[in-house]
């Protein structure tokens, strides 16, 4: 557990950290939020991770709460108070405090929190766990681009998962696609080696570590950007799902059935091992590093 966390203004202990409840976070789920993993000291991929969380914040007409540089400081800050050399921080903004009404006054003080945990990466593939996942419907608004903290189909998704004994679950769209799973991004390999993956839109997360995987290893691998079904998911050669926290995760079986020889696959172990290796490379010490247009 931490042993600090930042609350509107202030560090407090992290036991008795609050807000107010009439935070319209609390009563609304109005607001967003950000997960940025930590590396040797460093913040891994901080430019990308500000920008979609300003975006979020622009898209929902959230003021932002702080500069980009006063909340690069803020989040070393709790990284120097909670001595995380290798975890994660959490970000959340939310409208803030007023009568609970769904009209709100125009002048409102956007709340900031931030948390930090420690997290031990993993070093090398055999070290990470292969998952079995479910296919689920996708019941989410068609605004999944948005990180906002309404994760209610999400943890719906994830229950789904764990009442038929899956570690998690991938949600299927009205038309059979495969949009992303409940809290990670959706990969495929064909027979062909070919790494397919949903291309942007609406309808998912651009993930930070999808966006890292396709602009740094273009060149060694063969991507596509499109959407599959879960049936083309079971056929296909291997499956993987990424994310800040999980990185590459080898997928293994899907409602049940094996992906390939039911084993973590060679391309998944590639793709793995090129993400570790920009992960300890684009983690940045100083707060220079975050994005000057939003300071
Ligand atoms: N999709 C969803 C729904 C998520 O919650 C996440 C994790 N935040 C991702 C995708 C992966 O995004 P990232 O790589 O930026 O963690």
């Not at 914040?57 to 540089?69: K, Q, T, Y």
């Not at 995760?249 to 049940?256: A, C, E, F, L, N």
Request: hydrophobic share 40%.
């Amino acid at each position: 557990m931490p042993a600090q966390s930042y609350v509107n203004g202030r560090y407090v202990l992290h036991d008795s950290a609050a807000v107010h409840i009439e935070d319209r976070g609390y009563q609304f789920a109005d607001g967003v939020y950000e997960v940025i993993a930590i590396y040797g000291g460093g913040i891994v991929d901080e430019k990308p991770h500000m920008e979609r969380f300003f975006r979020s914040l622009g898209e929902l007409n959230i003021p932002p709460p702080a500069s980009a540089r006063t909340i690069a400081i803020i989040l070393r800050e709790i990284l120097r108070r909670n001595r995380i050399t290798d975890g994660a921080l959490y970000l959340q903004v939310t409208r803030g405090v007023a009568p609970r009404n769904h009209a709100h006054p125009p002048d409102m003080k956007p709340a900031l929190v931030v948390t930090g945990r420690a997290v031990r990466w993993p070093q090398s593939f055999a070290a990470v766990q292969p998952i079995a996942i479910v296919g689920v419907a996708d019941e989410r608004w068609t605004r999944a681009d948005i990180k906002s903290v309404s994760l209610l189909p999400n943890i719906l998704a994830r229950m789904s998962a764990d009442r038929t004994g899956a570690d998690d679950a991938w949600m299927i769209d009205g038309a059979g696609y495969v949009t992303e799973g409940s809290s990670s991004n959706a990969w495929i390999v064909s027979n062909g080696d070919e790494i397919i993956t949903r291309q942007l839109g609406h309808s998912i997360l651009a993930g930070i570590t999808r966006q890292a995987i396709l602009k740094h290893f273009g060149d060694a691998l063969k991507f596509t950007e499109r959407a599959f079904t879960l049936e083309e998911a079971k056929g296909a050669a291997e499956a993987f799902q990424t994310s800040t926290t999980a990185l590459v995760k080898p997928v293994v079986k899907i409602d049940g059935s094996p992906i390939g020889d039911g084993k973590p696959g060679g391309v998944t172990k590639k793709v793995f091992e090129a993400y570790l290796t920009h992960f300890a490379a684009h983690a940045s010490a100083a707060p220079s590093a975050a994005p000057s247009a939003a300071s």
